[in-house]
């Protein structure tokens, strides 16, 4: 069974420009979360999607959306970019939220660096 | 405000030592606990988790130590092997499926 897979891997880009990462969850899964991961914060939660409907929120500014498609393929977006938001972006993948073992598998990362 | 708070930050440990992160959280909310594993270049892979119903689980050399009325949860790795050298994340579950995240702790195993 092929894992979770997040499309580009690297990306570098400009202050305020936006940026789209695109992950695809393990067959079967529904469940989508990304997650910020920098060194100084650790890894921290932006969003959960199922069914394509976001289903929690972490506390970042509205520049951070995404979106999840009926195939369970989600997208992030960033727009206006800032230096802070360079970070590895982590995508993981589970069958669906409230199943008492609902192991959550987790992608490579894209790693995101604004100049 | 950190909803997990991990220690120690970065530990140096002998082959075949007993390698101990301790992790605590305030939110009797959370109702999964998982550890981490990741190694550089890599996401995190989940290595052991338990549910607050229980006092400790135990999967090879790894096992997770649970005091719900502490609120504290810790991993323990024993005969530590340079191989386990890692970063480790503990992390707590809420609402589904929002995790928080300890801040990591750097493992070294020294051969």
């Known amino acids: 069974k092929a894992g979770v897979t997040q499309t580009p891997r690297y990306l570098i880009k400009t202050r305020g420009q936006q940026v789209t990462l695109s992950c695809s969850p393990i067959?079967?899964?529904?469940?989508v979360s990304w997650y910020q991961q920098t060194p100084g914060q650790g890894l921290q939660f932006l969003f959960e999607y199922f069914s394509e409907t976001q289903r929690n929120k972490g506390n970042f500014p509205g520049r951070f959306s995404g979106r999840q498609f009926s195939n369970s393929r989600s997208e992030m977006n960033v727009s206006t970019l800032e230096l802070g938001d360079s970070a590895l972006y982590l995508c993981?993948?589970?069958?669906?939220?409230?199943?008492?073992?609902?192991?959550?598998?987790f992608g490579p990362g894209t790693r995101l660096t604004v100049l | 405000q950190q909803q997990v708070k991990q220690s120690p930050q970065s530990l140096i440990v002998q082959k075949g030592g007993i390698s101990i992160i301790n992790c605590a959280y305030e939110?009797?909310?959370?109702?999964?606990f998982p550890w981490y594993q990741q190694f550089p270049g890599k996401g995190p892979a989940l290595l052991i988790a338990?549910?607050?119903?229980?006092s400790e689980k135990k999967e090879g050399r790894f096992t997770i130590s649970f005091n719900k009325s502490a609120k504290q949860f810790s991993l323990h790795i024993m005969d530590s092997q340079p191989g386990d050298s890692a970063t480790y994340f503990c992390a707590a579950r809420y609402t589904g499926n929002q995790f928080y995240f300890g801040t990591g702790t750097s493992l070294t195993v020294i051969p």
């Open positions: 338990i549910r607050p119903d229980v």
């Open positions: 067959s079967g899964h529904r469940s």
């Open positions: 939110n009797t909310a959370f109702d999964y």
């Open positions: 993981a993948s589970s069958r669906e939220p409230g199943l008492q073992d609902n192991e959550q598998f």
